[in-house]
């Protein structure tokens, strides 16, 4: 039953990816200019700046944060837009549940990004003329435990969307919040390892910038990556939860 | 192929078991509201029920507690067993809705995409399915458009294929909430033929809620018949009927009644019958006088006859009035009652 809702559920999220390509790709576009922006920004305000290692912070900054923009918004966009449609509630028909229909959305988006946002950061690599190591075997496992708390927070603004309808404000307020979390300086305050997606970008820095295989980094920041990333996660379902209560409640869930 | 392929195996026990459903909806600084109010309802295997009431009734927070969308406040709800609220998944394994017609559907699938989709959303692969959905497209006149995105679809073709996506699903029970909405009139006729013939040829349980009493009477078995949360009628379609065919007369007199004669017969009539109407074609003695009444037993239209006949006119038909679901519903909604 699982695999066969997995299954239709990645078809249908390739299809429509297919049918909405314009959106995907106008996406690609404002992320790529939105990094240049930064980057040729930096170099207008000190001319003849060599960025060094700084570049390649840049470079894999903003590649996490696209990724977590795009996991974060496939599920709490992916919730409203349901909702809005008018097909939320047959997804909560599904005998396989809906926390499990919406990770299965979730883990195809994610697949069906992997490309589009590789083919970006290669793209960034070649404007910045900083090449960085692509070794996936290393890259992907740490990349997808960085990404957990953005699924976490996706889940709560998802589920708060359920009871409080119209709240796409706040889902780009926390766009920028994320930004704060990657860049808190973990040496001044150690606690920030305990942000979301804080230790994540600093141990892709490790394996994009400094070319460390995964065996090859500590492996208590590992686990604490781990931690961080299943607690936010489970914060976010355990919210998602209660929120999909209350909006059965109220009678909430096909509403708009 | 033929799309009449058993969807659930043969079960002697209750499709559908709702006991004290109770859903009350707590407002901030309102009082709350009591939508459904201690509701009992047992569903048959193969039945096609039709939920009827007004707006606000609670027919469908009735359905939507049913498949776990909403919480009752108080109650059981079993589905061929399953507790609803302790074994959900379960329970709505066996269950498939239409809630909101032409919104339950993606837009931008293809109707065949849509109905594969929402299959595999119950589990169901879709090559060992896949020729029953074919049929299902074919017999609802979608297969020649199958492969558009719905975008290019009327409001009637988007509501077929949200129900072909419903019953692609092959659930013993099946929810069509409004289902001809919105439909204009020749596909709304083209609707219920075909969920007529699928109600007996399938074997499932349909429950339909709609305002068309026309849709009811057409597509159901029985009737149950809601108002402000509560059952006032759970009765088959025609012992309904029955019930309000019984008692309605409409009596044509011939010449020969003058106008004290007609006061002095409808003072007489009122001892006998209720809801005395007469109704005067012409000007008494001169045209037809027609009466319409409602008796209490088919017996008083014997001392009807008596006393128009004692004032002297003469009796030309006698019409026993044809009651329609919607004039069974009106009455039952407005007077109150309880037929069960």
Partial sequence: MRWVVFKEVFRKSVLEGLRYLFN??????????????????????????????????????????????????????????????????????????????????????FLMNLIPLAFLTVLMMLTTGRWLHLDLVSLIPVLVLTLLPAYGFGYLMGGLALVFKRIQNSFQILQFIFIAFMATPSVAFPWARFLPLNLGVQMLRAVMGEGLALWDLPASDLVTLAVVGVAYLSLGLLAFAHCTRVARDRGLLGHY | MQTTLPVCPPVDSPVLEVRGLTKVFRRRKAPPVTAVDGLDLTLR????????GPNGAGKTTTIKCILGLMRPTTGSIRILGHDVESDRYRAIAHAAAVLEGARNVYWRLTARENVRFFAGLHGLEWRKHRDYCEGLLRRFGLADRADEPLLNFSHGMKQKVAVVATLAKRTPLVFLDEPTLGLDIETSLDLRALLR????????????????????????????????????ADASVDSLLDLFRTRSYRLALSDGLGSQALVRLLERLEGVAADLKADLKAKPGSGRTELRFTLASAEGLYRVIDLVREEGALVESITQEEPDLEEAFLRLVREGGDVR
Wanted: proline share 2%.
């Fill in chain 1, 24 to 109: 995907l790709v106008t996406a690609l576009i404002t992320m790529y200019l939105f990094f240049l922006i930064l980057f040729l920004g930096s170099r207008w305000l000190v001319p003849g700046l060599d960025l060094g290692s700084t570049t390649e912070a840049l470079v894999v900054g903003f590649s996490v944060w696209m990724f977590t923009l795009f996991a974060y918004q496939d599920i709490c966009w992916g919730i409203s837009t349901e909702a809005e449609v008018g097909t939320l509630e047959q997804l909560h028909l599904s005998p396989a549940g809906f926390t499990w229909v919406s990770t299965c959305l979730a883990l195809s988006r």
């Fill in chain 2, 197 to 232: 013939e699928l109600a007996r040829e399938d074997g499932r349980t349909i429950v339909v809620s709609s305002h068309d009493m026309d849709v009811i009477q057409d597509i159901c078995d029985r009737v149950v018949i809601l108002k402000a949360g509560r059952v006032v």
């Fill in chain 2, 45 to 52: 295997p193969g039945e096609t029920v039709g939920l009827l």
